[in-house]
C-alpha cells in the first residue's frame, strides 16, 4: 500500500464530492473550522497526510460515509 497513491485517491474523491456539493475549497474549510481554503487543496493534491479530527468533520459536512472518498480495494 503506497501512501502517496492513497493521499492522492482520497484527495482526488474529496474534490468531485466538494465539486458535486457545490462547495469553493475556503467555504468547506469554513464549514470544517479550518481557518482557510489552501489546506483543503492539499488535501485535493494529497501534499498532506491529514488528522482523523479533519477527515471526520469533512464527512459530516459534506454529509457522506468513508468509502465515498476511499476504496481499500483499489490497494489491496
Known amino acids: 500500500m503506497d501512501k502517496k497513491e492513497i493521499l492522492k485517491e482520497f484527495g482526488r474523491n474529496l474534490k468531485a464530492e466538494r465539486n458535486r456539493a457545490g462547495l469553493s475549497q475556503e467555504q468547506l474549510a469554513e464549514k470544517i473550522g479550518l ?3 489552501q489546506v ?3 488535501i485535493e493534491r494529497g501534499e498532506t497526510n491529514t488528522s482523523l479530527s479533519v477527515i471526520i468533520a469533512i464527512l459530516d459536512a459534506l454529509n457522506l460515509d468513508f468509502d465515498a472518498l476511499y476504496n481499500r480495494k483499489h490497494f489491496n
Do not use: H, I, L, R
Open 35 to 37: 481557518s482557510y481554503g
Open 40 to 42: 483543503v487543496g492539499m
